[in-house]
Structures are given as C-alpha cells and as structure tokens.
C-alpha cells in the first residue's frame, strides 16, 4: 500500500508539470520500465533445518536476502551467509 501510494503522488506531480516541460519530455523516448526489485525479508531462529530449502526455492525470485536472526543457537547464520543473505 505504501508504494502504490508513493507512485500515485509520483504521477500526480508528474501530471502537474508544466506544459513546455510535457512536450520536451515527449520529444525525448521514455526508457522501458525496469523490473521492479524484490527482497525477501526473513525474521529466524534456529531454522538451519528449513532455511537452505527455502532461500533455494526463492533464489530465482528475488533480488536480495535479508535474514534477521533473533538468537540462533544452531547453524542458521552460516548457512544464510552461505546463500548470500545479509
């Protein structure tokens, strides 16, 4: 909700511009829009037995891993870092 509301108020201004300023614009060809960027937020503890099959299945979705560890006792830092994970 928070991004559909930052684009809504980013087209707003963008529609408030000035008109000279929409006609150069027009002029110049628009860059085809990038693929938004994902990132998977992950909140563990001690999840060294699940985290490997679910940062696998999410590796081709995503751009970035963050894993928020709460107080491992077991391997689940490692293994996170072994992915890549921040």
Known sequence: RSAAAVLARVWAIQSDRPRR???AAAVVPAA???RPRVSLCMIVRDEGH???DCLRSAADLVDEVVVVDTGSTDRTRAIAAGFGAR
């Open 21 to 23: 300023l929409r006609a």
């Open 50 to 52: 699940n985290l490997p």
């Open 32 to 34: 085809p829009p990038a």
